[in-house]
């Protein structure tokens, strides 16, 4: 029923970026292959821009504490923008990761 049901959400992550950025990408790697996992009896084929190919499951990525002291040290928006890349590379075309104005990662 699960697998029924994810055609009509959107998954949201959240993500503290406060954590190094393999922690981060590791967490976000994690929650995106239960995910995934939801949908592979269709097969990566299922999903893409084709005639017969269906939208992959949206998945709205959210950055929080980017008011903190240790972000604003250490970290800047170009680290969000490549794990996003790498999170595309890994679970695209199954995966829809939503573009807002500000880039991939909805900072609150």
Known sequence: QFVLASDNVTF??????TFSFEACLQRLCHWCSVIHSTIQQRGSAAFGSGKHQT???SVLLVASHTDSPPYRKARCHSDMLQLAEELQQLFSPAL?????PSGPFFCP
Request: zero cysteines; proline letters at 0%.
């Open 12 to 17: 949201v992550l959240v993500v503290d970026v």
């Open 96 to 100: 829809d990761f939503v573009q807002g």
């Open 55 to 57: 939208d992959g499951l």
